[in-house]
């Protein structure tokens, strides 16, 4: 099989892959653009994309495509019309940001409880300062918005930090993790309980602006919030009030309604935030985790037996 | 009983004590240099004590005193001769600093991993720069000095995380959480194994200055090293020498040999190292873990079956 791909790995994981299917010709292209890469994707039998580089026409013309590897996990730029049209296997990458996004969590939370920026400030100030308070994440309650796989690898890892974790689902069905779930009926009922909230949801019409000033209210004055999902859960100037009134203590923010956050927002300069540039999902590991499972797909493309994995309804879209 | 502690805790914490031994008194003072304390002292059973409050002298006068309970982990400052002539039972409240010592490890594998220095000088510049590298904690490979139960809980939780984890103890036996041992004989060679190294080592003879600038040589140009042992373990003039000749990456020091360190010292002001002031194994759950311990230790006392934690040889003075 010819296999083309627009995304460029390392020479490390070209030689990794190619050895595990010696039968079938690798081509891999940083990008779509050039004249050769295009012309061995009309060629393919398999593709291998970040899922953004393709347009209706390119799957019109493309003669042999029955396999799309999306590695990453969004699709809203996929032409899934003619897809559709030409029922092309579409996969992706769904569960590959799992670890890096729950280091993160863990990551900032810990930063807070440490004090490690009060501490920093210190060391600035060349003071040996015994007296700033530390906090432990042990006995702390972690709430997690969207208790599904990214939600429950960070409630795992809180769990062996001695934490207790609650959940929101969208049914508030019992999830392996967390010591109590809520549902989107009643998740407000959650708010004052926990110490963290971290938000993993992603962007959807029921989540849209979904917290507003009155849960930022219903929150303890001395929670941590964390948002690593999308920006558009909460309003900025929301977000700025509840900071600036205290109504928080403090919020770990990767995702912003504007991103990239211009120089001139007034978010940069408030005093109890700490802004991370959309980053929390990265990895160096991220293309190797996407070709294992690009790569237990293909055998099982061709014949071994077994399940392939993130396999997209093409009706569903996901 | 008359119970009288020179640690004075919440009232909630004391509370809770007086409810668990309705039958026996407690009188809680905020050290021993007041008068009532110090004649309450005189007539105590059970003394409670930070163990840094008591001479031979003391040990002397007390009329009834059976079992003197320490509240911290360091005996060094304990009058051993007195106690051991009048056959005094001693226990310490060893072990209740590896959570907060745990959490302090893990902490700042992650502050490094995530660079969360260089996102919050990219934050004080106003800028959304997503081309800052992070790492992951997964897949790297831990080496811990020290594999006892401190080692033990920072390996336990690293290996949650996906790393590798070598321990160095005594005699190299295995060691619960640890993938690898290696022993005293042989330590040197896991250094140029490991991505993160943290000693929790107690200062002993074999342990003062163990490390010298042929080991940081030895180790990865990446190497994380963290110390939250014991200050003499480097002496700092080393240490300053192997970060400025990036022979390390970084170090995380909670614990230097001139404690407190002195506004004036070099250290403050090295570029790639992160200092703390001895506050690792501190915790707003200290004392009440400490009083788990002694709650613990007073029941079984008092006749309930069971064995009491922490016991203190008098002759080994561990």
Do not use: C
Not at 12 to 22: A, D, N
Not at 75 to 96: Q, S
Not at 125 to 143: C, F, G, Y
Not at 205 to 211: F, M, P, S
Request: charged share 25%.
């Amino acid at each position: 099989m010819r296999i083309v791909s627009s995304i460029l790995p390392t020479e490390e994981l070209q030689q990794q892959v190619r050895e595990q299917f010696p039968e079938d010709t690798f081509e891999f292209y940083k990008g779509l653009k050039g004249e050769d890469a295009y012309h061995a994707f009309l060629e393919a039998d398999v593709f291998i994309t970040y899922g953004e580089d393709l347009e209706e026409q390119d799957i019109e013309r493309a003669r042999n495509l029955k396999w799309i590897s999306v590695m990453s996990a969004g699709l809203e730029k996929m032409p899934f019309e003619g897809i559709k049209k030409k029922d092309i296997l579409v996969t992706n990458a769904r569960g590959i940001h799992k670890t890096p996004m729950a280091e993160y969590t863990l990551g900032y939370m810990l930063h807070h409880a440490k004090r490690m920026d009060a501490f920093n400030q210190e060391q600035g100030n060349k003071k040996w300062n015994r007296r700033i308070p530390t906090q432990e994440l042990s006995d702390a309650t972690l709430l997690v918005l969207g208790a599904g796989a990214i939600g429950g690898e960070i409630a795992k890892r809180s769990q062996l930090f001695g934490m207790k974790t609650i959940g929101v689902n969208t049914s508030g069905r019992p999830a392996e993790y967390f010591d109590q779930t809520f549902s989107m009926d009643n998740w407000e009922e959650a708010l004052p309980l926990a110490d963290y909230i971290v938000s993993v949801l992603p962007s959807l019409e029921t989540t849209k602006h979904l917290i507003q000033e009155k849960h930022f209210k219903q929150m303890k004055d001395s929670v941590v919030f964390i948002n690593i999902g999308r920006g558009d859960l909460v309003q900025t100037d929301i977000l700025i009030k509840a900071l600036q009134n205290k109504d928080i203590a403090h919020a770990y923010v990767d995702v912003v309604e504007e991103e990239p956050l211009d120089e001139s927002h007034p978010l940069w300069s408030v005093e109890n935030v700490t802004i991370t540039p959309h980053i929390s999902g990265k990895s160096p590991l991220y293309l190797p985790r996407a070709f294992d499972i690009f790569s237990h797909n293909l055998h099982i493309y061709k014949g071994v037996p077994g399940e392939m994995r993130n396999v997209i309804s093409l009706d569903r879209g996901y």
